[in-house]
């Protein structure tokens, strides 16, 4: 079992940043994939980014040059950098985990979820 708390979220003017973070439980963090995705209101949830244990990452294309994921293992913590932000990111970001390696970008591939984190970006 893998509990996941997300922070970090907030309001934000546009071309502004955020760091989300998620903290993970377990001791097995290290070889679990970590995703993010978002959902924005009326809008299906959809994947953000995701790194697996060598590292090795994907970002949906929207988000590609404007959003890091990245894991510290020693913390059992996954950030997510957003730069650039647009009033369109905004959406309930939520952190994810899978206990494979392949990076997936498909919802049903991640059994572990977040409660979710709000990130609002104003025009």
């Known amino acids: 079992q893998v509990e996941l708390v997300e922070s970090g979220g907030g309001l934000v003017q546009a071309g502004g940043s955020l760091r989300l973070s998620c903290a993970a439980s377990?001791?097995?963090?290290?070889?679990?994939?970590m995703g993010w995705f978002r959902q924005a209101p009326g809008k299906e949830r959809e994947f953000v980014a995701a790194?697996?244990?060598?590292?090795?990452?994907a970002y949906a294309d929207s988000m590609k040059g404007r959003f890091t994921i990245s894991r510290d293992n020693a913390k059992n913590t996954v950030y997510l950098q957003m730069n650039s932000l647009k009033p369109e990111d905004t959406a309930v970001y939520y952190c994810?985990?899978?206990?494979?390696?392949?990076?997936?970008?498909?919802?049903?591939?991640?059994?572990?979820w977040g409660q979710g984190t709000q990130v609002t970006v104003s025009s």
């Open positions: 377990g001791r097995t963090f290290s070889g679990y994939t």
């Open positions: 790194i697996n244990l060598y590292k090795s990452t």
């Open positions: 994810t985990a899978r206990s494979s390696v392949g990076v997936r970008t498909v919802p049903n591939e991640y059994p572990y």
